[in-house]
């Protein structure tokens, strides 16, 4: 690995989905720019290269969660290992292996508007040496990081949990020595991640059992996509079926989504015939028992169930579930405030995230502590009183990576319309017609409220009631509105 540079135009902060993405854009698009990745983990990957319980895989599709210039030949829903393979892939095709700087994590950066440059405090941990800490002055930071500590997943804390005799396992910080082979194993949770160690787990364990606080809305098919297949088989270009089919799966999910606004209990019925299908006759009814959430579909993330498997294995008996509140912990494992006791060796705490904002790093601006929560987004990627930074922060209801291409797309043209210009520095500023608007938080609860969000809203900037202070969180808009997004309409303020 090349010794990681003192001066830079552009730092990009993490080597995951969005970073490697991001220096491709990069690359491809200003191939003159000086720029470097950093990524505090042993090596590239993000969240493929953190979570390693059995089975993990996406929960997005591959031809809009793999990168817009990198065609997917593979099924739709994808393992880990096969997401770094084709990020391993990316990297080799791209030659970023040596702009990639491992063990770098960044503790502090310091604007200076004299200067017009970012001062980096990174701390370098080798594997096999004593840590030392670098300086590095760039231009610009492009936060890639993502939006939850790699370190430590959420655990919420439960009365009697140092009573339970047995072991608690985060999904986060699965055990490589963990051996569950004729254990009895508890799963917390009914998001995407319950939703994959629970069929990967049945059949390999004695018993286990999702508890769940409140059902999740899924939906079942097959890991399968007819139209590439098709494509595939014609003998149609990679780059082409890629594109084709992309294109196809962004207009089937808007029309899905705009479905479950417009005809809720309609898609709601679907959702939950398809549930009862892949329940078979004998264990239908669990449907409504199990798998009827009180909110409408996509108000949370909508979960896919890949061939039916997490159904499949209850109805073998292999699993079951359970929906009911955590009294506490016992000896013998989880009592519910129903008097129930689900018997336990090991409990799974599927329970989420922790937020981490932008990179959980000390911003100081000119001397003075950045309050990130004080201040008000642009296009959901930049902010007030923030120079010349750009955040990644992708889409819920869709692909992350839609969103970190066009922010790719975006990124490099403002960096040639700033050289063009002779501009050393952006900053989004409030104008006079904007001052007074309503603040909303930055992402509206009635559009999406997963746990991890409402937990740390507090934390996050404010969108305002109208553009260019929107975080939409809408592909759709996006795709259209970001290419021509106005460089010159007094929202960005350059120096």
Known sequence: MNA???????????AGISGVGAACHLQQQCPDKRFALVEAQASFGGTWRTHNYPGVRSDSDLFTFGYRFKPWRGDPIATGDQILNYMNEVIDEHDLAGRIHYRHRVSSARWSSAEAVWHVEILHMPADGNPVIRQVRCQFLWMCQGYYRHAEG???????????DGRIVHPQQWPKDLDLSGQRVVVIGSGATAATLVPSLAGNCAQVTMLQRSPTWFATGRNANELADTLRALDVPHEWTHEIVRRKVLFDQSHIQRRCVQEPETVAAELLAGVREALGPEHAHLADVHFKPAYRPWQQRLAFVPNGDLFKAIRAGQASVETGQIDRFVLEGIRLSNGKTLQADVIVTATGFNLNVLGDIDFQIDGKPLDFAGSVTWRGAMFTGLPNLLWVFGYFRASWTLRADLLGDFFCKLLKHMDKHDLRSVVPELRSQDQGMTLNPWVRPDNFNPG?????????????????WLHLQDYSVDKDEFPVAALDDGSLIFN
């Open 4 to 14: 990681l540079p003192e001066h830079l135009d552009v730092l990009i902060i993490g």
């Open 452 to 468: 991890y969000l409402a937990r740390s809203m507090h934390q996050l900037p404010k969108q305002g009631d109208r553009a260019p």
């Open 154 to 164: 959420y655990t919420p804390q439960w009365s009697g949990m140092e009573d339970f």
